[in-house]
């Protein structure tokens, strides 16, 4: 199977770290940091608010734990549309529509909303011939655990 004859199905990343978009920007770092991943999809149920980088998070670091515990990571998105794919999209496609947009991963949605993420790593992987046979359907996991941050005592 060569690259041009693949879609985002095919290519895509099946198993994803997702978060709600009330948790913090501290519950997101730990979920990427836990799941080596650098993209989170922020979502409402099946509905996709955004793509979360790593990089936009390092980006809006200020404070220490207790700061980045009280804000939401919804605050992070930026206003602007990202583009969103369909399964069926060929991958030539997938990789015009991330250098058009300026963005390393975009969610692929179905009818029933995000089924799957194509990210750089993917598009590579098809182009060398290193795509894995889609088994069964993607799945979203949303953070199972909650942080809070134990602050330190002031000395009396």
Do not use: Y
Request: with cysteine; proline share 8%.
């Amino acid at each position: 199977m060569t690259a041009e004859s693949l879609a985002a199905a095919q290519v895509m990343s099946r198993i994803l770290v997702a978060v709600k978009p009330d948790e913090s920007p501290l519950m997101a770092w730990e979920l990427m940091r836990r799941a080596h991943v650098h993209h989170l999809p922020v979502v409402d149920g099946r509905h996709v608010l955004g793509i979360l980088t790593r990089e936009q998070l390092a980006a809006s670091w200020s404070g220490g734990p207790e700061e980045q515990s009280s804000r939401q990571v919804r605050t992070l998105l930026g206003r602007e549309r990202k583009p969103l794919i369909r399964p069926d999209t060929p991958l030539a496609r997938v990789a015009a529509v991330m250098l058009d947009a300026g963005c390393d991963a975009v969610p692929v949605l179905s009818d029933d909303g995000l089924i799957g993420m194509v990210t750089v790593r993917d598009v590579l992987s098809a182009v060398a011939g290193r795509t894995r046979p889609a088994e069964g359907p993607g799945e979203v996991v949303t953070g199972m655990f909650h942080l809070e941050p134990v602050l330190p005592q002031e000395n009396r």
